[in-house]
Nanobody, 115 residues
Framework: QAQLVASGGGSVQPGGSLRLSCADS????????IAWYRQAPGKERELVAS???????NYAAFVKGRFTVSRDKAGNTLYLQMNTLEPEDTAVYYC?????????WGQGTQVTVSS
């Protein structure tokens, strides 16, 4: 079982920045995170950004060039640099890995954007 840990969330003012990180806490190289999702209260979980191992990126329309997804050289840690944050970005952010056709999710990290 993967033990993905997402970190880096927090409370920021509109226009601020955060950098999220996600990796398997046991450093199990089989579980390489590939995507970030988020879920706001009362809403369904939605894709924020994904990064394939072919380096193809996919961003949700609401990102509008504000976020950048990347990973470290070993491919074990996935990052999400979030700039120009808006109150609408407030949500719990989750990372996901896929192995053997199964999806594995991290526990989520809270991002709150408020003045």
């Amino acid at each position: 079982q993967a033990q993905l840990v997402a970190s880096g969330g927090g409370s920021v003012q509109p226009g601020g920045s955060l950098r999220l990180s996600c990796a398997d806490s046991r450093r199990d190289a089989r579980f390489k995170p590939i995507a970030w999702y988020r879920q706001a209260p009362g809403k369904e979980r939605e894709l924020v950004a994904s990064l394939s191992f072919g380096r193809d990126t996919n961003y949700a329309a609401f990102v509008k060039g504000r976020f950048t997804v990347s990973r470290d050289k070993a491919g074990n840690t996935l990052y999400l640099q979030m700039n120009t944050l808006e109150p609408e970005d407030t949500a719990v952010y989750y990372c996901k890995a896929i192995l053997g056709g199964h999806e594995y999710w991290g526990q989520g990290t809270q991002v709150t954007v408020s003045s």
